[in-house]
């Protein structure tokens, strides 16, 4: 196994899963938020395999959004990186990840999953949502300002049943996306600030967004 994440005495475990393509400040200040509001251990950053949902989308290969990841991650003690998704063959779907985290982990651990809040209006259709939120928390996080009733009511079928296990959190506005880090990069616009160095000299390193058909792995 490749695997060098290690989770055995972690009481709590947040989980942020994203494509990671590239990982910036937005994914990072969230995960920080989260880790200081509920005092987790650990946030576990896993790059996705490949979506379910996502299954025509073009990924940057595997290996560069890992490595980028972990360079991103590397100044905060807190923070991991798992090959859990990318390692495993086939569609990715969150329950199974999940799963396969917990059998590395103490059996009461306890798991957040961490979530935009635009996806979180997605979850009846994810894979098994009920056993899903037996088996973790789910902190969606908003911007300030964002309105939570209306997300209540988008959920309603779960709401009822799972309201204890669904928290809500503001992070700062941060108007970064990869999308538009991709987009920037492959203008020659300006990409500094909006991730961390070591993020920027590996995607110029390596020549990614530059050629789509050289650094893109197409899943069909
Ligand atoms: P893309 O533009 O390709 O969709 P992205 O920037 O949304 O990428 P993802 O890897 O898709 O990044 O996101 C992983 C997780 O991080 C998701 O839960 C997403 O909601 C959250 N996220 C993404 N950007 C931000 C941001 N700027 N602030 C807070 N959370 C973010
Ligand atoms: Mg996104």
Partial sequence: RNEI?????????????GTFDPIHYGHLVTAEAV??????????FIPTGRPAHKADKQVTHNEHRYLMTVLATMRNENFEVSRIEIDRPGATYTIDTIEQLKEM?????????????????????????????TLCDFVAVTRPGYQKNRLFEEIGEIRDKFASRIHYMEVPALAISSSDIRERARKGMPIKYLL????????????????????EVKFM
């Fill in 196 to 215: 961390p160095q070591e993020v920027e000299d590996y995607i110029y390193k390596f020549g990614l967004y530059q050629d789509r058909e050289k650094d």
């Fill in 105 to 133: 982990c103490r059996p009461d651990v306890r798991l957040y999953f961490i979530t935009g809040a635009d996806a979180i209006h997605q979850i009846m259709n994810w894979k098994e949502p009920e056993r899903l939120l």
């Fill in 5 to 17: 994440a290690n989770f055995k005495n972690c009481k709590s475990i947040a989980i942020m899963g």
């Fill in 35 to 44: 880790r200081h509001r509920f005092q987790v251990d650990r946030v576990v």
